[in-house]
T-cell receptor
Framework: DAGVIQSPRHEVTEMGQEVTLRCKPI?????LFWYRQTMMRGLELLIY????????DSGMPEDRFSAKMPNASFSTLKIQPSEPRDSAVYFC????????????????FGSGTRLTVV | AQTVTQSQPEMSVQEAETVTLSCTYD???????LFWYKQPPSRQMILVIR??????QNATENRFSVNFQKAAKSFSLKISDSQLGDAAMYSC?????????FGKGTKLTVNP
């Protein structure tokens, strides 16, 4: 398996533009997570899905952010309109957790998308 | 709510020496897992070690070991015989029923 695949790796956009980040989880994983990483706040959970259904989106900063998972192999995180304070690294992670919750060997992360909004 | 605290934003260690990174957490769950991840400049998140809360024995993975104090809700990472390749951002997190809660990370510098 190629692991969790995120695209693009880098994105530079102008304030006000729409940005779409993409993620392909590991096949067979039933959980998908979107995280944002900044120096000030570290890794923050934005939203996560179980079997393509959003479970907890309480970490989504505001209505400008939206996430979808139309099928088990693809998810998007969209920011519209983007603002400079959205600049961060965005990680997608997937896992297969079983009955005991976050069991097995943790989560597999993608390489992240570095977003710069100017 | 779950919280994870890493009180050392930055640390440094001399090559071949030992360093300990601290992590404390707060959870009301009884069954959970604790993990340390490292993130080198390549940005890839790499699992270093994990600990199952119901196990008394501290996890060990080669030069990496943990000191897990469940009552104190403490989960520190010890790196022995530090190597230049250990330089990275280290984040601990607690996994409960489903989602993860991360600490803010400790940036480790290894001096030759």
């Amino acid at each position: 398996d190629a692991g969790v695949i995120q695209s693009p790796r880098h994105e530079v956009t102008e304030m006000g533009q729409e940005v779409t980040l993409r993620c392909k989880p590991i096949s067979g994983h039933d959980y998908l997570f979107w995280y944002r990483q900044t120096m000030m706040r570290g890794l923050e959970l934005l939203i996560y899905f179980n079997n393509n259904v959003p479970i907890d989106d309480s970490g989504m900063p505001e209505d400008r952010f939206s996430a979808k998972m139309p099928n088990a192999s693809f998810s998007t995180l969209k920011i519209q309109p983007s603002e400079p304070r959205d600049s961060a690294v965005y990680f997608c992670a997937s896992s297969s957790q079983g009955r005991r919750g976050s069991a097995n060997y943790g989560y597999t992360f993608g390489s992240g998308t570095r977003l710069t909004v100017v | 709510a779950q919280t994870v605290t890493q009180s050392q934003p930055e640390m440094s260690v001399q090559e071949a020496e030992t360093v300990t990174l601290s992590c404390t957490y707060d959870t009301s769950e009884s069954d959970y897992y604790l993990f340390w991840y490292k993130q080198p400049p390549s940005r890839q998140m790499i699992l270093v070690i994990r600990q199952e809360a119901y196990k008394q024995q501290n996890a060990t993975e080669n030069r990496f070991s943990v000191n897990f104090q469940k009552a104190a809700k403490s989960f520190s990472l010890k790196i022995s015989d530090s190597q230049l390749g250990d330089a990275a951002m280290y984040s601990c997190y607690q996994g409960g029923s489903e989602k993860l809660v991360f600490g803010k990370g400790t940036k480790l510098t290894v001096n030759p």
